[in-house]
């Protein structure tokens, strides 16, 4: 299973059952994050943490974008859809 992110506005991180399932370091483009090892039958508390606009040495966006930061123009949040795909063996 993976959980999947159209976007954010911030990079991020995602806690599943309170252990942490991965991370995004880019905005502004869909990630997959791999959830099987911590999903629990029955419910399942998925967080996402979104981290502060990071520094020159780790840019919040793409090199490919704008040389204009977006994220300092942006509230954290996520865009789009977020899905949980199952995938068979």
């Known amino acids: 299973y993976e ?4 976007g954010a506005t911030r990079p991020f991180t995602v ?4 252990r942490k ?3 995004c370091a880019h905005a502004f483009i869909p990630a997959e994050i791999p959830v099987t ?17 990071a ?9 490919w974008q704008s040389s204009i930061d ?6 954290p949040g996520l865009l789009g859809k977020v899905a949980l795909r199952a995938f068979p063996k």
């Open 55 to 63: 520094s020159p040495a780790q840019p919040a966006v793409s090199a």
């Open 37 to 53: 090892a911590l999903l629990q039958p029955g419910e399942n508390l998925i967080t996402v943490s979104f981290d502060e606009v």
């Open 3 to 6: 959980i999947h992110f159209e």
């Open 15 to 18: 806690w599943l059952n309170g």
């Open 70 to 75: 977006p994220a300092h123009f942006t509230r």
């Open 21 to 23: 399932a991965g991370a």
